[in-house]
């Protein structure tokens, strides 16, 4: 007989097998919740592995066609693709030239896999530009918001003009979807998606990324990406850019703004996506290395809680593997 003192509540029935365990689950892993940033570089003849990012490249065209074609095989929802220009200068003039790496490769890629996978393209300026930064410069030195966003509607309609289906709209310009929206509807592109990087913070997760897309970056973004502490500013910037017409919302980074990801997602009428960015990886990747944690275990705990604060999808370096490991 049990004690009278015993629980009659008991929530660990419920945890008592791992049949039961995935029975009751509330939060899942799906490969087609799941998109992979790729970069590819000009002038390079072979992918190169990147020190900051273990198991990421940055690729050739070809290259990069045969891996969106392994991600399209292993369900992914889709690929966003990252351009490295052999040449810059201060108005990032490789983001709208339709022979520029960046739209040669989203060709390319369309070509390959459009059928299969959501392609998508970074605009933003910041691989393009000789300072590193997300928009054309003033003469003071401070980055020109209503001249960068005639910089974001000429690249919105080559990239568009190029195959992408959705834009990654990642500079945090004031009114840079309504601007995008409305270049890409005058150019007949009405049915190109938007997903407008709403939330995205300046953050010191970002290093490893800078190795990827060979940044030139000198000083900071601290005057266009918002401030870590703040988090009501997040929900506001997302009401922004859904006022102006974006399609996706993306909170960035993932796992350190999960509070600002679930204000989001509380709200939001449309999707709500979450970039884990290359620090976070990068640091699953070193403890691991360092026998600190069970690598595959963290990274799927990692992502179970980016989908359990609210994201619809998520954007990881990790999205192929676990994308084959859940098949």
Known sequence: MPSPDAPSIRP???????AMRRLVAETRLHPAELVLP????EGIDAPRELQAMPGVQQHTVDSLRRISAEAAAAGLGGVMLFGVPAVRDARGSGI???????????RAVQQEVGDALVVQTDLCLDEFTDHGHCGVLAGDGSVDNDAT???????????????????????MMDGQVAAVRDALDAAGHEDTAILAYA??????????????????LTGDRRSYQQDPANRREGLREAELDLAEGADVLMV????????????????SPVPVWAYQVSGEAAMIEAASANGWIDRSAAIHESLISIRRAGADAILSYFALEVAERLR
Do not use: C, H, W
């Not at 660990?12 to 791992?18: C, H, I, K, Q």
């Not at 790729?38 to 570089?41: D, K, M, N, S």
């Not at 993932?254 to 204000?263: E, G, I, K, R």
């Open 12 to 18: 660990r029935r419920l945890r008592s097998t791992p």
């Open 38 to 41: 790729l970069f590819v570089r």
């Open 96 to 106: 709208d030239d339709p022979e520029g790496i960046l739209n040669v490769a989203t």
């Open 149 to 171: 966003l005639e910089r974001y509607r000429s690249a919105a309609v080559a990239q568009a003009d190029a195959g992408a289906a959705m834009l990654g709209l990642s500079g």
């Open 199 to 216: 939330a995205k913070y300046a953050s010191a997760f970002y290093g490893p990324f800078r190795e990827a897309v060979d940044s030139q």
């Open 252 to 267: 960035k980074p993932a796992m350190s703004y999960l509070d600002v990801l679930a204000d989001v997602a509380a709200t």
